[in-house]
């Protein structure tokens, strides 16, 4: 195993350990998500500063609504996950059902693409392929046993489609940073996680399927 892999090894391992801790304590969940929500943001803010650099605009009304939205995206995020928990109402199934089908969308897209490759799917993101896209359809399905249990009022059919929905909406926002960090010419928002990247590289889709797919499964409650 390469130094690359185990850094990616150790840091995936700590992260699943904090994802276990966030929904077993309170006071855990409250501290790491403003952390989260606050670092990602920082990260946002300095990616979109580099593309105004390299392009050299001057557009101070771009910019700013660039920041603002942002911050007003996190903190809508960060309300939603408090909410949840704090009130312990099924608020917090919808969240974490978003995370789960969010999270088998991106394994799907990385396992599926690596093994079967194929055409590109855009040139934003060249990694990015059909079958990987088809991958993570596919993988975020797997997903819907967990979702019937918790949602038995949700017709089936109704289920798969908010499913697809939420997945979709997951390799949207993986898309909308890939063609940030593309215009801003680097690889990682930062290099704050050994072997992952920054914050935002590892839940760039999810900042965007949370709120999707809590307000979707919030409508047909």
Same mark, same amino acid.
């Given at each position: 195993?390469?130094?690359?892999?185990?850094?990616?090894?150790?840091?995936?391992?700590?992260? &699943?350990?904090?994802?276990?801790?966030?929904?077993?304590?309170?006071?855990?969940?409250?501290?790491?998500?403003?952390?989260?929500?606050?670092?990602?943001?920082?990260?946002?803010?300095?990616?979109?500063?580099?593309?105004?650099?390299?392009?050299?605009?001057?557009?101070?009304?771009?910019?700013?609504?660039? =920041? @603002?939205?942002?911050?007003?995206?996190?903190?809508?995020?960060? %309300?939603?996950?408090?909410?949840?928990?704090?009130?312990?109402?099924?608020?917090?199934?919808?969240?974490?059902?978003?995370? &789960?089908?969010?999270?088998?969308?991106?394994?799907?897209?990385?396992?599926?693409?690596?093994?079967?490759?194929? =055409?590109?799917?855009?040139?934003?993101?060249?990694?990015?392929?059909?079958?990987?896209?088809?991958?993570?359809?596919?993988?975020? $399905?797997?997903?819907?046993?967990?979702?019937?249990?918790?949602?038995?009022? $949700?017709?089936?059919?109704?289920?798969?489609?908010?499913?697809?929905?939420?997945? &979709?909406?997951?390799?949207?926002?993986?898309?909308?940073?890939? %063609?940030?960090?593309?215009?801003?010419?680097?690889?990682?928002?930062?290099?704050?996680?050994?072997?992952?990247?920054?914050?935002?590289?590892?839940?760039?889709? $999810?900042? @965007?399927?949370?709120?999707?797919?809590?307000?979707?499964?919030?409508?047909?409650?």
């Amino acid at each position: 195993m390469n130094k690359e892999l185990q850094k990616r090894f150790l840091t995936s391992f700590f992260l &699943l350990s904090l994802l276990y801790l966030m929904f077993s304590y309170t006071y855990i969940l409250i501290i790491t998500v403003i952390l989260i929500a606050l670092i990602s943001w920082i990260e946002f803010y300095a990616l979109i500063s580099k593309i105004f650099k390299k392009e050299n605009k001057k557009n101070k009304i771009f910019r700013f609504f660039y =920041k @603002f939205i942002s911050l007003l995206y996190l903190s809508i995020l960060v %309300y939603l996950i408090l909410v949840a928990k704090l009130d312990k109402t099924q608020s917090e199934i919808f969240i974490i059902c978003s995370i &789960l089908i969010s999270i088998m969308s991106d394994t799907g897209g990385l396992v599926v693409g690596r093994i079967f490759k194929g =055409k590109k799917l855009t040139n934003i993101s060249p990694k990015k392929t059909i079958s990987g896209s088809i991958g993570s359809f596919v993988f975020s $399905i797997s997903s819907i046993p967990f979702i019937v249990q918790y949602l038995p009022y $949700i017709n089936l059919v109704l289920i798969i489609i908010i499913t697809l929905v939420i997945s &979709l909406t997951t390799q949207i926002g993986d898309l909308f940073i890939s %063609y940030l960090k593309r215009k801003a010419k680097v690889k990682d928002t930062s290099d704050l996680l050994p072997g992952h990247g920054g914050v935002l590289d590892r839940i760039d889709g $999810i900042i @965007f399927s949370i709120p999707v797919g809590f307000l979707i499964l919030n409508y047909f409650k």
